[in-house]
């Protein structure tokens, strides 16, 4: 077969568009009408009322949950849940080793200490590490859908149940995913979500919690949220009540044009996911037709994906030697520009924060806290993300030419690869000198 010449050596670029390939959200006039009309309404909302109780309502039923609770980012609640599950210095919570960090980082300003866990090839927390690193002080488990795809939540949450363990899931990669038919971040006693400018559902910055239990939600809102919401939500029978004037010193609350334009897009959320998932189908397609690369790990009958992202995997031993930097210099010269290696988000467990949390909060950590901790080597989340390349997974019918180029530009360089890799490694010395 004559392959095309690769772009790199100076062939024809698979993809020629100019315009920008990915642009998230996109901006659309219902998303600025709505904007306009929040303006004209109110600019911030100190009670349960207006647009933030239209957002709640309409999040809470989606999810068939009693309370959602927005704030102004997911970092802060996952702060919320950590403060409402009541957690405490020395205390221990089990999370993903592979996540981007703030799944964690809330925890380090109560003492907490994170104990990491292992990923499975998915990408997600694997069950059959967890039980192992359950101790007398654990008291919750975290998980993260990563990339949109569900983890395995019949056993974790069997795991957890058995244990008398709090389960919170961090859904920011995931608005929308299921599980064996159930959203994710229905399965335990908290479910966040960030609702950050790349996020499916996005308001540029925003974040929003679930639960069924009233006890924890009135501990969330008094976290973050003060007088007006928390004298007219929590009943006055509870313990907190009186807390209400001051909540318990944060603000969370979240700004009414950023809610605005998140309601917006979370009435496209079901017909995005569909539309991602048969691009994400096409990305499979091509990616199986090539050995040394392997697609997103799940079970089509039981998890439904929220595909945030499409994260593949380049397998060098199986790939002539070719680099994993190689193939993504010459996927890039073909004018995949979205293409992407995830960089912050890594291993947790070498971070600073999580090695030497007594640097930063001194008065919760004694020194060497967490020394001997964490020393596993978390074998299988460094092989995921050094192997890792990412690609947007497109939400509108309008994209698919700049999808069909992405799948035409992986299959020219992966014929290479396949077919000729002494020329391959040959014409990437000439490109690139390496
Ligand atoms: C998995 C995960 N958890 C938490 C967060 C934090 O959300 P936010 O940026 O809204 O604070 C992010 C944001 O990127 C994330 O990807």
Known sequence: MQLDNLALVGGEPVCQID???????????????????????????????????????VFANYHGKKHALLNNSGTNSIHAAAIALGLRPGDEVIVPVYTFFATASPLMFLGVKPIFCDCGLDGNLDPYKLESLITTKTKAVMVTHMWGIPCQMDRIKSICDASGLSLVEDCSHAHGAEFDGKKVGTFGSIGIWSLQGQKIVT?????????????????????????????????????????SVTGFGLKHRSHPLAV?????????????????????????????????????????????????????????????????????????????RELDRPGSTCPLHAFPLFLQPERAFPGLYEKDAMKGRNNESFAVAELY??????????????ERE???????????VSQWVMQDPEVFREDMKTAVGG
Not at 287 to 300: G, H, T
């Open 19 to 57: 315009s920008p390939h990915y642009v998230w959200p996109r901006v659309t006039p219902a998303m600025k009408n709505a904007v306009l009309e929040q303006m004209d309404d109110s600019l911030s909302l100190y009670n349960r009322s207006g647009v933030i109780a239209t957002f709640e309502d």
């Open 203 to 243: 308001g540029g910055e925003g974040g929003v919690l679930v639960t069924d239990d009233s006890d924890l939600f009135s501990r969330a809102l008094l976290t973050g949220h003060y007088n007006k919401r928390c004298k007219d939500e929590i009943s006055r029978t509870h313990e907190l009540a009186d807390f």
């Open 260 to 336: 605005a334009i998140a309601l917006e897009q979370f009435q496209h959320l079901d017909e995005w996911i569909a539309q991602k998932t048969k691009y994400a189908a096409l990305f499979d397609n091509v990616i199986q037709e090539f050995p040394f690369l392997k697609a997103p790990l799940y079970d089509a009958h039981r998890q439904k994906p929220a595909w945030y992202a499409y994260v593949f995997h380049f397998h060098q031993e199986l790939a002539n030697d070719v680099s994993i930097d190689q193939f993504e210099k010459a996927l890039k010269a073909e004018g995949l």
């Open 385 to 398: 993300y050094q192997s890792a390349l990412k690609l947007p997974v497109w939400a509108f019918a309008d």
């Open 402 to 412: 700049i999808v069909e180029q992405y799948v035409s530009g992986i299959r020219k």
